[in-house]
Structures are given as C-alpha cells and as structure tokens.
C-alpha cells in the first residue's frame, strides 16, 4: 500500500483557513487522493478526492503538488463543526488494492472559538 | 439519493453469544460493499468487501464472517463472540472501483462484548 504522512494535530481558529498537509511520496500513477473527516462516535465522512488536478468542492479544496507527492486540503473558513480527525488516503485506480481504503492515525484538528 | 442505513446503533452481547449486524444501500445498484471495524483509540481496519452478490473477500482472519445475500445488503456475523471483538463497526459502500470514487460510511453500530 503506497502510505500518507499527515501532523497528528493542528489547531485553528474560528473563520480562518486552514490548510491540512499531506505527504505520499510513494505515491503510483493510478492513484487518487481521498480526504475523508471523522467527528468522536460517526462514521468517516467524504471530504473531497483527486487525481492530479486541483479539486474544490463545497467543503474544501484539495491542492495537488505537481509531482503528486504531497497534496493540502483547504477548509476556507473553519467553523467549530469541523473540528475532527482529518485523513489523507490513497485509493488504487484499479486491481484488488483499489477497493481497500487504507486509514492512517490521520489529524486531529481543534477550532478554536 | 443514496442512502446506507445500518443497525443497531449500540450492542451489548456476552462472550459467546452470536452476532448479526446488516447494513443495506438504497439508491444504486450494484454498489462495492465493506466493514470496517475500529478499535477504541485505533484506525479503522477493513474486515471484509464485496463486489457481488455471494462475493465476500476477508482481510483479516478472524471469528467474523460477512455475507451478501442480495445486492444492496450486507450482513457481519460470528457465531461466538470474543472479547476482543467490542469496537465500531462501520459499513461502506462505493461505486464500482476504477472510478477513484469516495466511500459512504453509514453511522456504525458500538459493539461492546462484555
């Protein structure tokens, strides 16, 4: 499985941005960027995914690096209800890797009021 | 839309008993099923996957089994509970793989084997 190196945790304020990096440098040619979100007791939600483009959505935007070994997910203007664990996963463009989502300790991030 | 439900939301069981939980998709066909399992203060570890009806493919051996027995409804189950087994499973469903598409993960059941 190609792997992500994301900070355990970062902090924001309220209606700031905030921009939550990720590494992948071993990242292959076929594979797409997942960003997913988990609040205590949910289920992860779907934030955003890409493949080499950058992506925007109307939760945040996903900026890819050229060389696609990093990518940062933007969160426009952080509000308390974003506060959750963050993670940045590699999915497979195909074979059997491609149905596993594979999740990492991901970060956490706090909003400060 | 679509939607995934999934029940119960919390489960307390003996050790020993058995268990069955389902998950069921409304809204696409042939969706890419999953459980999740996670542990208290771990990631979320994939148990099983399907692609099919009666396709089922395990990730971890364990006393878990999954089972598809029509195509937007997938069951976990065990026959003898273990301690170990207590964590938050979650199912999933995405489209068919290829895409690069997210994953939709229903709201869990706490399993708590006592």
């Known amino acids: 499985d190609a792997k992500t190196t994301q900070p355990n945790s970062m902090e924001s304020n309220e209606e700031e941005p905030v921009h939550l990096p990720c590494n992948h440098s071993?990242?292959?040619?076929?594979?797409?960027i997942h960003w997913y979100r988990q609040l205590p007791s949910q289920g992860p939600e779907y934030v955003i995914h890409g493949l080499t483009s950058n992506v925007n959505n109307r939760m945040a935007s996903l900026a890819i690096a050229e060389d696609r070994k990093s990518s940062t997910l933007i969160l426009h203007r952080a509000t308390l209800r974003d506060a959750a664990v963050y993670y940045c996963i590699l999915r497979e463009g195909s074979g059997a890797g491609s149905y596993q989502l594979t999740f990492g300790k991901g970060t956490k991030l706090s909003v400060i009021p | 839309s679509q939607t995934i439900h999934q029940w119960p939301a919390t489960l307390v069981q003996p050790v020993g008993s058995p268990l069955s939980l389902e998950c069921t998709v409304e809204g696409t066909s042939n969706p890419n099923l999953y459980w999740y399992r996670q542990a208290a203060g771990r990631g979320l570890q994939l148990l099983f996957y399907s692609v099919g009806i009666g396709q089922i493919s395990s990730e971890v051996p364990q006393n878990l089994s999954a089972s598809r027995p029509q195509d937007r409804q997938f069951i976990l189950s065990s026959k003898k509970l273990l301690l170990s087994d207590s964590g938050f499973y979650l199912c999933a469903w995405s489209v068919t793989a290829g895409t690069g598409g997210g994953y939709t993960f229903g709201s869990g059941t706490r399993l708590t084997v006592v």
């Open positions: 071993t990242i292959s040619g076929t594979d797409y």
